[in-house]
């Protein structure tokens, strides 16, 4: 094999392995290419049912993916409970408590039955 041949093989390899991001444009979606902008969509327009992905995601391992969460949720409610995405996870725990709470008390519930929709409600600290 020439050092040309080996050089384009090579260059190919690089070039095919190279691809854009796939699935649906969904927060839940586990690939950040898709997920941050799904993120920001969500924020842009005031999309509060993206929020219960957004609380679950604050207890993800990968730090990247907490950061994109607790900065939509910040910016679709106002608040951050104290969060801090880079801490360990015995300091995230009481912040993350907090925004169960919140998600579980802006849940409507006529009938004393939920429906999965998320109200605005003014988030407390």
Same mark, same amino acid.
């Given at each position: 094999? $020439?050092?040309?041949?080996?050089?384009?093989?090579?260059?190919? =390899? %690089?070039?095919? &392995?190279?691809? @854009?991001? =796939? &699935? +649906? #444009?969904?927060?839940?979606? *586990?690939?950040?290419?898709?997920?941050?902008?799904?993120?920001? /969509?969500?924020?842009?327009?005031?999309?509060?049912?993206?929020?219960?992905?957004?609380?679950?995601?604050?207890?993800?391992?990968?730090?990247?993916? #907490?950061?994109?969460?607790? @900065?939509?949720?910040?910016? %679709? =409610? &106002?608040?951050?409970?104290?969060?801090?995405?880079? @801490?360990? *996870?015995? #300091?995230?725990? /009481?912040?993350?408590?907090?925004? *169960?709470?919140? %998600?579980?008390?802006?849940?409507?519930?006529?009938?004393?039955?939920? $429906?999965?929709?998320?109200?605005?409600?003014?988030?407390? +600290?």
């Amino acid at each position: 094999m $020439t050092i040309r041949t080996a050089a384009i093989l090579a260059l190919m =390899t %690089l070039v095919g &392995g190279c691809s @854009e991001p =796939t &699935g +649906p #444009r969904t927060v839940q979606n *586990r690939d950040l290419a898709v997920k941050v902008p799904a993120i920001k /969509e969500a924020v842009k327009n005031r999309d509060l049912s993206a929020a219960p992905q957004l609380v679950h995601d604050l207890d993800s391992d990968d730090p990247a993916v #907490r950061f994109y969460a607790i @900065e939509g949720l910040r910016r %679709l =409610t &106002g608040q951050s409970f104290g969060y801090v995405y880079y @801490e360990d *996870r015995d #300091r995230r725990r /009481e912040p993350v408590m907090k925004w *169960r709470r919140w %998600l579980d008390e802006s849940h409507e519930a006529p009938s004393g039955g939920g $429906t999965g929709e998320v109200k605005a409600v003014e988030a407390k +600290p």
